[in-house]
């Protein structure tokens, strides 16, 4: 069975420009969530999809996020226009109850 | 919302010894705890999780103990081995507004290196 996948593995983008990551949760599972980890720090999360929906974006750190999952399968997550502060290792994973699986993350780097 | 702090932030162990990361939460509501290790260029592992109706859980050489009262948890890794060198993070979900599957809350993550 597949895992979660993510791509880019690695994005560098100039300070001002768009980037759109996307996830591929498991197959079959209704919840996908979005996590930043920014400089070392801890992971935190931004949102949670159940299905196609968005259940949780408490997390979303400014209207320049927009994450989208159109027909509840995979999801994405744009960031225009990216600023500095940005960078960080944004991590998806997904579950189908309590123990969520991650994916191995996008390394973006604002320049 | 919910708080997790997590000790030691590094951890360095000869191969052999036992390991012991600790963490605790803010939030009574908390029911599920689980432990990820992250090894350098992938994405964190769930290697071991405790819900709030169990005191303990062993999986080969790691551990996890939660206290409910005092609210913490922790993970015990014994006989450690040079592939056990990892960020290990533990966590907690926020059951706030009933749901089973919300978010995780994320300690800081502890650096363990386990030298041959």
């Known amino acids: 069975e597949a895992g979660v996948t993510q791509f880019p593995s690695h994005s560098v983008i100039e300070k001002g420009q768009t980037v759109t990551l996307r996830c591929d949760p498991i197959?079959?599972?209704?919840?996908l969530y979005w996590y930043r980890r920014v400089m070392g720090k801890e992971i935190k999360f931004l949102l949670h999809?159940?299905?196609?929906?968005?259940?949780?974006e408490s997390g979303m750190p400014n209207n320049r996020f927009l994450a989208e999952r159109t027909g509840g399968t995979y999801s994405t997550l744009k960031v225009q226009p990216a600023e500095l502060e940005d960078s960080g290792v944004y991590f998806c994973a997904s579950s189908q109850a309590s123990r969520a699986f991650f994916g191995q993350g996008t390394r973006l780097t604002v320049v | 919302g919910e708080n997790v702090e997590q000790h030691p932030s590094t951890l360095s162990v000869q191969e052999g010894d036992s390991a012991v990361i600790k963490c605790t939460y803010s939030d009574s509501a908390s029911n599920y705890f689980p432990w990820y290790k992250q090894e350098l260029g992938k994405g964190p592992q769930l290697i071991i999780d405790i819900r709030s109706n169990v005191g303990e859980k062993k999986d080969q050489r790691i551990a996890v103990t939660l206290n409910k009262t005092a609210k913490h948890f922790s993970l015990h890794i014994t006989e450690t081995q040079p592939e056990d060198s990892a960020v290990y993070f533990c966590?907690?979900?926020?059951?706030?507004?009933?749901?089973?599957?919300?978010?995780?809350?994320f300690g800081q993550g502890t650096i363990l290196t386990v030298h041959p």
């Open positions: 999809f159940v299905k196609e929906s968005k259940q949780d």
């Open positions: 966590a907690a979900k926020d059951n706030a507004g009933g749901t089973s599957y919300g978010k995780l809350t």
């Open positions: 197959s079959g599972h209704d919840n």
